[in-house]
């Protein structure tokens, strides 16, 4: 099999999906978190209730039958407070090293159905009666194996997910309108994106990127917009964001060093960017940031008082 490109790691060794291929977890009660974004694939499948869900820049409703894909490096939250019935949410997390494991290169999915943000390609599908019910099977399937923790088995787990991606692509309006990306194209971002975490707290603008991904300026522009649904300027400063945030979360750093750290020009243009993304200074994002993890702590820590991480070794995503 050829190599297939991929996206570069942000924070992996720090995953649990190091160690597990793919974890399979569930939102049974009303809940919302914040604006995030993460190194490895989403697909969110809502069974009952409905979830508003934040992507980009974007607000999408789903309801039972709907499934939302959230690739790497693309922020969002979920909120499920609205929900009039008692929310029953999939989240899947896997890799795409995973999917390329069982022989199924993910990037065939990626051209066909085009998950990403932008004004020609929804993002999520609301699957047919016949579909739903098809999806509804797979989805409690999973989660019924991944229930089994070490017993489960990651072969039929992986069976699944490919299914649902192929009912993914079979049952998406969105197919038709699917841009025509060459992997080529999808590698050479993917390197920009790398260079953009590697040197996010520089100086750096499009002509960096352009000289990374070896194109023109205006190719360079089309191909990034069309592959992330953003423009670089704009990923670059999401990335900054995102960083700020986890910053926020887990040290006490001064806003003025994260500014620094971060790459933005002083401590005004941290604070005026969370507000026009997030309507909140940073000081307050950090104390509901961390008054919601702490209430949740005990819950998160019981879901995986199962897992440790002495016990497993870590996962093997070469191809096969």
């Known amino acids: 099999m050829p190599l297939t490109p991929s996206f570069p790691r942000l ?31 989403q697909i969110w499948y809502v069974l009952q209730g409905t979830m508003k869900h934040i992507i980009g820049e974007r607000k999408y409703i789903q309801k039972p039958g709907s499934c939302a894909v959230i690739l790497p490096y693309i922020t969002h939250t979920i909120d499920t407070r609205e929900s009039e019935n008692t929310p029953h949410i999939l989240s899947l997390s896997f890799t795409d090293h995973f999917v390329n494991k069982l022989g199924h290169p993910f990037f065939s999915y990626f051209n066909e159905y085009a998950h990403f943000d932008n004004r020609q390609i929804p993002v999520f599908t609301e699957f047919s009666e016949e579909n739903k019910e098809t999806a509804d099977n797979l989805a409690e399937s999973m989660i019924e194996e991944f229930s089994k923790h070490k017993e489960m088995s990651f ?5 699944h997910l490919v299914s649902l991606l192929h009912l993914l692509c079979d049952g998406s309006e969105s197919v038709a309108s699917a841009k025509n990306l060459t992997l080529d194209h999808t590698h050479d971002i993917a390197n920009v994106v790398r260079f953009m975490i590697d040197h996010y707290s520089e100086k750096i603008g499009i002509d960096d990127f352009c000289k990374v991904s070896m194109m023109s300026r205006r190719r360079f522009m089309d191909n990034f917009r069309n592959i992330t649904g953003k423009t670089a300027i704009e990923f670059l400063h999401t990335l900054r964001l995102s960083q700020a945030m986890m910053m926020l979360m887990f040290t006490d750093k001064k806003t003025l060093e994260i500014a620094k750290l971060v790459g933005l020009s002083d401590k005004s243009h941290l604070s005026r960017t969370f507000r026009e993304k997030l309507g909140m200074s940073p000081s307050e994002y950090r104390e509901r940031l961390r008054s919601y993890y702490t209430s949740s702590n005990d819950e998160y820590h019981k879901r995986w008082e199962w897992f440790d991480e002495n016990n497993f070794e870590p996962y093997d995503y070469s191809a096969r």
Do not use: A, C, I, W
Request: aromatic residues 8%.
């Open 11 to 41: 924070v992996l060794n720090s995953s649990k999906l190091r160690y597990l291929p793919m974890l399979v977890e569930t939102t049974d009660k009303y809940k919302t978190d914040f604006l995030h974004l993460h190194d490895h694939v």
């Open 155 to 159: 072969e039929k787990l992986g069976d």
